[in-house]
């Protein structure tokens, strides 16, 4: 197929980055979204998104002309879905008597419907978004057909999944594999005509199901991997083991690869994902559902650790480090450190966080504005997020700054033995062992 003109919706983490690089690879594209603010910050040349490298291409893409940024489709050779698709905040699913989070496909219903009016015979149309099994084939089919135009014949219908990291989402959507699964061998096809364009990567095909699945089963492996190396933390707590020691010795098997345990799982992903098949299957999922539900349980978990250091948490003076998702990045969505930050404040404590990366934080969670200000007149230090900062931190510079003698440690940055020397009782998530007294 000949792909001049093409429309992407939804210009956020993935869209935007997708649209610029399709540009910027000589192709004209019709960059779709709902949100006014996205459409003005774009046109006036700014960017609405931190990703290294972006702004850039961004630039480029819209200097070139190739790249529009507007509020409405229009007709082109094909079109990108690349919206939202979380899980609803208040609408839960059940299935005797357990309760799951639902997924919210309306952006995906909403950006078909806008590209009916445009549907034209020999048009491409590829949903991007993380999606549950079947989304494809049951949910945007029907609507796109209701342009009169049948999907396979008159107009070709692909699911492809997003799988870059962010951080690296420019290099890695020119260089990772990419699946195509269309509802036709030839929809498949003219998807991967499409990504040609610019991916290097093996562009491989299939059928839309399964494209779905696999982007799913990638993020849900990660969850119960990460599940049981929560559970083999309370285990080891259990049996007077250190849960880190006894990790790095298993995985010197070479068939072995057991993740770190730590607070919760968080981000818009791997805590998200897994969902999509209880949601669609819930007789079946019954380990997905398990394995959600012990990392969602992370951050009570850290509650009873630092009960077991300090006592009543009741106006302890806590001095809480981190608050994105994961290390040296500065998304808060679905953090487990957030959760854990937000339990505190119920439960009484006097909260003073500090995440480097956004130090506005979160409503409702007291925060320190720098380090030392965290730390001044803390009882305890409760350490949730790996940033590097955090992990170089040495324990004579923290015992500069603080009176705290309690140190809790959830994601094994800090040695137990340095800690001590410093004056500290080093408590670690996963270490059955109590520290001897400072
Ligand atoms: N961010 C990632 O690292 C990543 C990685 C893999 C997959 N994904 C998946 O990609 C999809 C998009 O994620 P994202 O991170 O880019 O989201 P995002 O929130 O950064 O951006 C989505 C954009 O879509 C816009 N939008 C919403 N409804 C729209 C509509 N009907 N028409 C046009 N625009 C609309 C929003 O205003 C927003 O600007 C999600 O399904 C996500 O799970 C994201």
Known sequence: MNFQKICVLGLGYIGLPTASTFATHGIQVIGVDVNRRVIETLNNGGIHIHEPGLRTIVEAALKSGNL??????????????AVPTPFYGDKTGEFEGETYKLADMRAVTSAAEAIVPYLRKGNLVVLESTSPPRTTVDLVKPILERSGLKAGSDFHLAYSPERVLPGQILRELIENARVIGGVTPESAQAGAELYATFVKGKIIQTDATTAEMVKLM??????????????????????GVDVWEAISLANLHPRINILSPGPGVGGHCISVDPWFFVETAPDVTQLIYTA???????????????????????????ALLGLAYKPDVDDLRESPAAEVAHLLVDAGADVRAFEPFKVDGLPGIPMAATLEEALKGADAILLLVRHTQFCELSASEVDALTSARVVVDTVNAWDQATWQQAGFSLFRLGVGKSPVSA
């Open 218 to 239: 990638e993020n849900t492996t990660r969850d119960v991997n990460i599940a049981i190396a929560n559970e083999f933390a309370r285990l080891a707590e259990r049996f």
């Open 292 to 318: 959600r539900k012990v990392n969602d349980e992370q951050p009570h978990y850290v509650m009873l650790l630092l009960q077991k250091a300090l006592g009543s948490l009741k106006d302890k003076k806590i």
């Open 68 to 81: 529009t940024v507007v509020a409405q489709p229009e007709e082109a050779d094909a079109f990108l879905i």
